[in-house]
């Protein structure tokens, strides 16, 4: 069965730095790799999906196949970033639509 | 347009009971989903209805099912309810990809 890996728990950074939040998937086939983000006392929202490769506030992710990764990346941290970062696959390919997510990554951005 | 909204917000049940949780999706949208989220654990898939049908099953056991109605909104139902069923209860609606989230309904069971 397909699975998600994010390996951090809680990735603390200060203000301006550089951020990578890590997301390893198993599957064999083509899925479809999610962002969703949750900030304090707000939903579950979709950050960035990689068919789309676009740059949502400063963040990028590229699938890389060979290594099974989707990482998450920001060039400078922000303080309003703080929150917790949810990788996602769907096997779209396969007519499935389910989302498999990781366990989750807390950002915390220090000033 | 409020999104997809789901009521409950929060519930409290004992062991054995049984327990229906609402949503309504985000308009526009034909599918729903339902997902369980235990403290600390990304969503876990339970199922999800198209065309008023379950078109995809997670891992769950038969005590929860679920139905979709002519308007699209969907009902998930937990029978028998265990200690281990306490947790947030998230609906997500969407037309293809992406799918977009709802706030939740907490469950707690004594």
């Known amino acids: 069965a397909q699975r998600v890996t994010q390996p951090e728990k809680l990735l603390s950074v200060f203000k301006g730095a550089p951020v990578e939040l890590k997301c390893n998937y198993s599957?064999?086939?083509?899925?479809?790799l999610f962002w969703y983000v949750q900030y304090s006392r707000q939903r579950l929202q979709l950050l960035l999906r990689h068919i789309s490769r676009e740059s949502i506030k400063g963040f990028t992710a590229d699938l890389n196949k060979g290594e099974t990764s989707f990482h998450l990346k920001k060039p400078f941290a922000q303080e309003e970033d703080s929150a917790m970062y949810y990788c996602?696959?769907?096997?779209?390919?396969?007519?499935?639509?389910?989302?498999?997510f990781g366990s989750g990554t807390r950002l915390q951005v220090q000033p | 347009d409020a999104g997809v909204t789901q009521s409950p917000t929060h519930l409290i049940k004992t062991r054995g009971q049984q327990v229906t949780l609402r949503c309504s999706p985000k308009?526009?949208?034909?599918?729903v989903s339902w997902y369980q989220q235990a403290l600390g654990q990304g969503p876990q898939f339970i199922f999800q209805?198209?065309?008023?049908?379950?078109?995809q099953r997670g891992n769950f056991p038969d005590r929860f099912s679920g139905h979709q109605f002519p308007n699209y909104s969907s009902e998930l139902n937990v029978n028998a309810l265990l200690l281990g069923d306490s947790a947030l209860y998230l609906c997500?609606?969407?037309?293809?990809?992406?799918?977009?989230f709802g706030d939740g309904t907490r469950l707690s069971i004594l």
């Open positions: 599957y064999s086939g083509s899925p479809e």
């Open positions: 308009s526009g949208h034909d599918t």
């Open positions: 209805y198209y065309e008023e049908e379950e078109r």
């Open positions: 996602a696959l769907s096997l779209t390919d396969t007519g499935r639509r389910a989302l498999t």
């Open positions: 997500a609606s969407s037309l293809g990809q992406p799918q977009h």
